[in-house]
């Protein structure tokens, strides 16, 4: 098993310029979630998803969209990139069923817009 | 929204000593969870231990333990005999059942030890 992967590792960005963060689990986890890591902050929720076709705002949304179509993927975009945006970016997925609920990470995107 | 704090950003411990993180935690529910994650340089986030907060037993794995106090809101991690491979950042999150299961997490506490 795979776990949790990111495409891709390493992103440059020019501010206005979009991309796309694709993140992908093979345990069939119902839950998902994109985070942004920013130094002395910690992880803050971006967007995250309870199942295929939801998707629902956390504490940081503004800036980023996200899609679900499917139930091993979640799309994490930037339409607009801002250099506020420079961040480590976390995927991770976890299990509906509690107390199974510890949440799987990715190994993170380190993305620099310039 | 849920807070978590740390209150140490970084601390040091000799190599077979022992040392402990703090975390407490602001929330007005009853059951929940509450779990440390480490990130060595790496970044890859590892689960450490977790605890459910209707349990009253604290968390054992292997070197560490954790010291769960619901009425202060307190949940410290202590790392026994300490290793080289346990230099990392550490992370305390809270969990809220529902709503998506969202984690909260702490700022993170920089563990360095020292050979």
């Known amino acids: 098993n795979a776990g949790v992967t990111q495409t891709p590792k390493f992103r440059v960005l020019k501010t206005g310029q979009s991309m796309t963060l694709l993140c992908a689990q093979d345990?069939?986890?119902?839950?998902m979630y994109w985070y942004r890591q920013d130094p002395g902050m910690g992880l803050r929720l971006i967007h995250y998803s309870v199942g295929e076709g939801t998707t629902a705002k956390g504490e940081v949304p503004d800036g980023y969209n996200v899609s679900r179509l499917k139930k091993q993927n979640f799309l994490l975009g930037l339409e607009s990139a801002a250099p506020s945006q420079t961040s480590v970016y976390f995927c991770?997925?976890?299990?509906?069923?509690?107390?199974?609920?510890?949440?799987?990470f990715g190994p993170g995107t380190r993305l620099t817009v310039l | 929204a849920q807070t978590v704090t740390q209150s140490q950003p970084e601390m040091s411990v000799q190599e077979a000593e022992t040392v402990t993180l703090s975390c407490t935690y602001d929330?007005?529910?009853?059951?929940?969870?509450l779990f440390w994650y480490k990130q060595p340089p790496s970044r890859q986030m590892i689960l450490v231990i977790r605890q459910e907060a209707y349990k009253q037993q604290n968390a054992t794995e292997n070197r560490f333990s954790v010291n769960f106090q619901k009425a202060a809101k307190s949940f410290s991690l202590k790392i026994s005999d300490s290793q080289l491979g346990d230099t990392a950042m550490y992370f305390c999150?809270?969990?809220?059942?529902?709503?998506?299961?969202?984690?909260?997490f702490g700022t993170g506490t920089s563990l360095t030890v020292i050979p």
């Open positions: 999150a809270f969990m809220k059942p529902h709503t998506g299961n969202q984690f909260y």
């Open positions: 991770a997925s976890s299990s509906s069923e509690l107390p199974y609920n510890e949440q799987f």
């Open positions: 345990m069939n986890h119902e839950y």
């Open positions: 929330t007005s529910e009853s059951n929940y969870y």
